[in-house]
């Protein structure tokens, strides 16, 4: 497959201003996380903190306990396929492609996404280290003329494809604060990053989210490409003879209109009804493990750039070389 249907033409209304002041909507300031108030209960007793806490008012501290504590493997994992989703664009892949990063520096592009990200969630979006995650991620970003509605795109991808993998996966099921939260925090993030018409509901943006697949999903070269960087740079993270079936349990986990995205061939059944099994395996032994009493959302193990990250650093060390 090598060529492109026609062209959708939209405006290209910079999502990032070059004044980062002059916003439309003022963000909220939340109180910080909490630490566990009840430190005694049993597997289940963060869902117990989760159902006395605002998923509005309180989003911060319920996505870090879902994302550091209750799920933080599942959420690393859902936030890698949730960026890989993102690159069935071709105006995202496009623009991923005339950076080279990429092509060039794919473990640290990788890097620096899933730490920025990982701080706003561990620390919050107001916290010191969330306001310099949050300054360096204008910063580049604001480097580039990037659509408004590509980058609302990418913001819901962090927000609903969380929850559909641990739905799918999860060791239990998620509280419906959790999924309330997931929707607060990364409103409260986009309009830290100056991205405009956020709908205001759950539902809203979902339906956004859903709507612009349909719309703006198909095969360019430039998908291609950044998927195949991307999947390659999955391989990586395993010893190299297990690197073939990686990659067959990477396309059997992607769905039908991802893989014409990214014409890739077809996954097998068979190697997703073992690589789903292995996934619910691995959730039936977590839920026999004790409450998590740390919290792993600012760690990742996949990172390679920045060893013993965050030790030593800081959040405006990440990012490309500027």
Known sequence: MTTTGPRVQRSRKPAVAAAPDARIEKAGVFPPPNRDPHAKWGRRGWVKVIDGLDPETHHQDILRITAGYEFPWDYQRSLEFALFRTYCVPSISALLARTGEFEKRPQKRYDDTALLMAELV??????????????????????????????????????????????????????????????????????????KDIPSSFQEFHRFKLDYERKHFGYSDDNRAIGTYTVELMKSWYPAIVGPAVEKVVYSLIDERMRQAFGFPDGSARMRAVSEGALRARSAFVRLLPKRRVSLSAGNATNRTYPGYPLGYRPGDLGVEH
């Not at 993998?165 to 409260?188: M, T, V």
């Open 122 to 195: 561990e620390h919050g979006y107001d916290a010191e280290r969330g306001r310099e995650s949050l300054r360096n991620i204008n910063r580049m970003h604001g480097k580039y003329s990037i659509d408004n509605d590509d980058m609302l795109y990418v913001l819901s991808t962090f927000v609903y494809d969380p929850l559909d993998w641990i739905d799918r996966y999860g060791w239990r099921r998620l509280h419906p604060n959790e999924r309330l939260a997931s929707f607060h925090f990364y409103r409260q993030v986009g309009i830290r990053m100056g991205i």
